[in-house]
């Protein structure tokens, strides 16, 4: 199987006095993302830890461009995307599997796998700069690494949750991305979907690429990342 990346180590991701509070009616709320400060380099696990409210889903929404800071800068590998919507950051390296599902459930696991394949190769086209250092891989080796190839014929919305999560994690593949943020990324496997997804995870990092993740079940998260961040009341920890 190649590699997904081959560079040495840099800056991949840096989050720079990042803030983002919840509007209420009479003002802000204290819940939300109070200034944080990381700096994640390629080719590294990082996981984050911390109670339900504790700001982790809020922080994963400001790095994929699903939010935008109140305050603060966001910066993939050297550029900023602070203010960059969620598909020019994907375009960027940056691959991003969130709670709810983003599949076409009435539609096919291989329609779903072919069209985020043939949108991300049409725009790569002519990106030599980027293409040159790194090869796709096919999607052969993405549905057998995941083990979707039994569904592929199935609808989406004849997948058990399990299954679905294995089928969006094939597709955030295909796009070969750099920076790859796992919100929950356990979520209803059974062991052989963690099995696959702890592998991939540990591939994925051994290729170049950097990793930030979640999982309420802080086991996992210990097992697979270097580096752990804890967040208290959306304030930032690490470890």
Not at 40 to 51: F, T, W
Not at 163 to 187: G, Q, S
Request: proline share 3%; charged share 20%; net charge positive.
């Amino acid at each position: 199987m190649t590699h997904l990346i081959e560079k040495k180590s840099e800056l991949g991701l840096h989050l720079q006095g990042v803030s983002y509070l919840y509007p209420t009616v009479e003002g802000f709320d204290v819940r939300g993302l109070h200034p944080v400060n990381m700096r994640l380099m390629s080719g590294q696990a990082y996981g984050l830890v911390g109670h339900n409210g504790a700001g982790k889903s809020t922080l994963f929404k400001l790095i994929s461009g699903a939010l935008y800071p109140q305050v603060g800068h966001i910066y993939l590998y050297g550029q900023r995307v602070t203010k960059m919507p969620m598909w020019r950051r994907a375009r960027l390296g940056l691959g991003y599997l969130g709670q709810s599902s983003m599949l076409v459930e009435d539609m096919t696991v291989k329609w779903n796998l072919d069209l985020g394949r043939e949108s991300y190769q049409k725009w790569r086209a002519n990106r030599v700069s980027y293409d040159h250092q790194t090869q796709f891989w096919s999607l052969d080796e993405i549905i057998d690494l995941m083990e979707v190839t039994h569904h592929l014929k199935q609808r989406v919305d004849t997948l058990s949750g399990g299954e679905k999560r294995r089928v969006e994690m094939a597709r955030i593949l295909l796009n070969r991305p750099r920076v790859l943020i796992l919100d929950e990324p356990f979520a209803a496997l059974d062991q052989e979907g963690l099995t696959a997804t702890i592998h991939l995870i540990e591939y994925i990092c051994g290729s170049g690429a950097l990793v930030l993740l979640t999982d309420h079940q802080n086991k996992y998260v210990n097992n697979i990342c270097q580096h752990t961040f804890h967040l208290r009341k959306g304030k930032l920890d690490s470890t």
